[in-house]
């Protein structure tokens, strides 16, 4: 018997050396499977959210009216940096604990990356955002700093109202 | 069915079951493996030998999360795959080269005393050389042309796509030969 064979079987013998359950890594699979599936959606929303606040800010512009500054101004950049953590968090649990490896991991970073941009401009077109905005715990996510709006610039609150 | 015949994938089974025996016969077949293909990874037989243990140790741990479908002896190299590259970061990637000269001391003792000293002059210049490359590049020369892995095992010990490991030998195989011009080996390889 050699020696390194010796040494383990004795470890076990002793219970120096214990197997994990088949539960832990039942629960360990579980829980990366479910972050990643919470990861995923949570970064959904906020492209989402990154697309639907700027559109709702502008309103229904003329092209000729459009300016790039108006929009960098109203884009929510917290939202777009948390939502590119997320996909980076995303692509590291997908690379490491699924079978995603077999393929390039830049077919990989550019399929996930499509499929989230897609999903999140699909919500951002579909009433959910306007179901949610009203929703009391959800008011916050909705709320933002509009430079425009501020103190004697942009239109006002009565602009509806004088048309 | 003798125990003999048990396939390494029925002997993880037996193991998961509470079976210890089936560990012995596990390791009596992957030890010498593991120690060669760790030695050649690392060129320091002590911390192959640290690193087989440490995979046997991390194997039997976690032998319940074995999946049964897929190959045993890929799950275990890739165990001792993540061991030696541990142990290459903790030494902050150094290798020592004057170990290679210990790997190639093991010849086939019925060639002719000038075939084997041919051979191990070939195979000490081939184990310095391989030990100068990267390490990514490396692995896939040991487990392609010393442990004889095919190029799917090779990708699933990795984690690398088939058309990585490819790539990764054919640059090995570049690197190699860069290393061994100046000794006019390379058309050996």
Known sequence: MSELKNKLLKKIES??????????????RALIEIALVAILVATIYLVNLAIYLPKRGLGPIRPQAFRINMLLDIVP???????????????????????????????????????????????AFSNLNERFENRPHMRG?????????????GMGPGFNRLK | MSKEKETDEQLAVMLQKGNKDAFGQLIDRYEPALLRYTHRLLSDQDAAE???????????????????????????????????????????????????????????????????LDKKHLRTKLDTAIAKI????????????????????????????????????????????????????????
């Open chain 1, 77 to 123: 950049w917290h939202y777009l940096i948390f939502g590119a953590i997320g996909l980076g968090v995303s692509f590291w649990l997908l690379y490491r604990f699924t079978g995603t490896y077999k393929k390039h991991y830049l077919v990989m970073v550019a399929v996930v990356s499509i499929l989230v941009l897609l999903s999140g401009a699909l919500l």
């Open chain 1, 15 to 28: 219970e120096d050396l214990k197997m994990r359950s088949r539960g832990f890594f039942v629960f360990t």
């Open chain 2, 134 to 189: 990267p390490t990514k590049y490396r692995e896939t020369v040991i487990l392609r042309f010393y442990e004889e892995k095919e190029y799917d095992e090779i990708a699933e010990i990795l984690h690398l796509p088939i058309g990585t490991v490819g790539t990764y030998i054919s640059r090995a195989k570049a690197e190699l030969r860069k290393q061994l011009t100046e000794i006019n080996i390379e058309d050996y390889l």
């Open chain 2, 50 to 116: 640290d690193v087989t243990q440490e995979t046997f140790l991390k194997s039997y741990r976690d032998i319940q999360g074995f999946d049964p479908n897929r190959k045993f002896s890929s799950w275990l190299y890739r165990i001792a795959h993540n061991q030696a590259i541990d142990a290459i970061r903790k030494r902050k990637g150094t290798v020592i080269l004057e170990e290679a000269e210990s790997i190639a001391s093991e010849e086939d003792i019925h060639d002719d005393i000038q075939n084997r």
């Open chain 1, 141 to 153: 996510l909705y709320m933002m700093d509009d430079p425009r709006l501020g103190p004697g610039r």
